[in-house]
């Protein structure tokens, strides 16, 4: 483990969508380095089984761990999902995942006890929102729904388009039939699409987005710790980005979502780790 608060925190993803995790840690630890990888080569993580899920998961822990990172931060719901019990019990390096942060403000916020879960196929089969949320309040319902055309829409940049309006609807449908007052966006491109399902939903529905909540976390984790960087010293690089494949998609994706100019974006192999 590397105690040193100036140290990196290390996030993953299996490619761009956990920049929306990377730009609440921006936004909201703002003295915190950043060491950010993609597997790009390797996505989408939604449809794999567990096994490849926790295989390539260790895989990038051992590249952030070589990075020195502080604290690690599963930043994909998918992963999250399949791996962190396993990546916590074989690393000393602290770690997060998504799934928490965003469970506990969903059961601290829903009325009706009537708890909706959106995320790709792997997240909503697993259940793992509803045993954590069973754990908090064991008379919440919790209904899931994957929806997997969210991914390639949101990288497509269709963030507002009538197509992806006429997608959400009917992903939405279920949701709204069951009446639920709080829906966890459990995939790391969803927040992107926030406004998208939050006209569909109605505003009396509150919407939780995880990747904000685990940022929180992280902030409280970090403290408790005490590893949060005290110094807010400007630096040229303080985000590092990493990617297995095609940097250049990923650098003009994470340049339209991010407040930093993302100038470099390596490629490396992470078969090798
Ligand atoms: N990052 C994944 C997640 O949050 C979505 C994209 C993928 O399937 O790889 O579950």
Same mark, same amino acid.
């Given at each position: 483990m590397n105690a040193d608060p100036n140290a990196p925190i290390g996030v993953f993803d299996s490619g761009i969508g956990g920049l929306t995790v990377?730009?609440?840690?921006?936004?909201?630890?703002?003295?915190?380095? @950043?060491?950010?990888?993609?597997? #790009?080569?390797?996505l989408p993580y939604g449809n794999k089984s567990k096994e490849t899920i926790l295989r390539f998961s260790r895989q990038i822990v051992r590249f952030l761990k070589e990075q020195q990172v502080k604290a690690i931060v599963v930043a994909c719901n998918t992963a999250s999902a399949f791996a962190v019990d396993e990546l916590r019990e074989e690393t000393d390096t602290p770690l997060l995942g998504v799934?928490?942060?965003?469970?506990?403000? /969903?059961?601290?916020?829903?009325?009706?006890? $009537? @708890?909706?879960?959106?995320? #790709?196929?792997?997240?909503?089969?697993?259940?793992?929102?509803?045993?954590?949320l069973k754990k908090l309040d064991?008379?919440? #319902?919790?209904?899931?729904k994957a929806c997997p055309l969210f991914v390639p829409?949101?990288?497509?940049?269709?963030?507002? *388009?009538?197509?992806?309006?006429?997608?959400a609807r009917r992903y939405l449908q279920e949701m709204k039939e069951e009446q639920v007052d709080t829906l966890?966006?459990?995939?790391?491109?969803?927040?992107?699409?926030?406004?998208?399902?939050?006209?569909?939903?109605?505003?009396?529905? #509150?919407?939780?987005?995880?990747?904000?909540?685990? /940022?929180? /976390?992280?902030? /409280?984790?970090?403290?408790?710790?005490?590893?949060?960087?005290?110094?807010?010293v400007q630096e040229e690089f303080p985000y590092r980005f990493f990617v297995s494949d095609l940097a250049e998609k990923f650098q003009s994706f994470a340049n339209?979502?991010?407040?930093? *100019?993302? $100038?470099?974006?390596? $490629? @490396? *192999?992470?078969?090798?780790?």
């Open positions: 990377a730009r609440e840690i921006m936004r909201n630890l703002p003295s915190e380095r @950043i060491v950010y990888f993609g597997d #790009t080569a390797r799934i928490e942060a965003g469970a506990r403000v /969903a059961a601290a916020r829903t009325v009706n006890r $009537k @708890i909706g879960v959106i995320g #790709t196929e792997g997240t909503v089969r697993s259940r793992i929102h509803e045993s954590f064991p008379e919440v #319902t919790v209904y899931g829409l949101v990288e497509e940049g269709w963030l507002h *388009d009538p197509v992806t309006v006429e997608v966890i966006l459990g995939c790391t491109h969803y927040p992107l699409l926030r406004s998208t399902i939050g006209n569909i939903m109605g505003e009396n529905v #509150t919407l939780v987005n995880p990747a904000y909540e685990t /940022a929180l /976390a992280l902030r /409280a984790m970090l403290e408790e710790q005490g590893i949060n960087r005290q110094e807010n339209s979502i991010l407040p930093y *100019d993302v $100038k470099m974006t390596r $490629k @490396i *192999d992470i078969e090798r780790y």
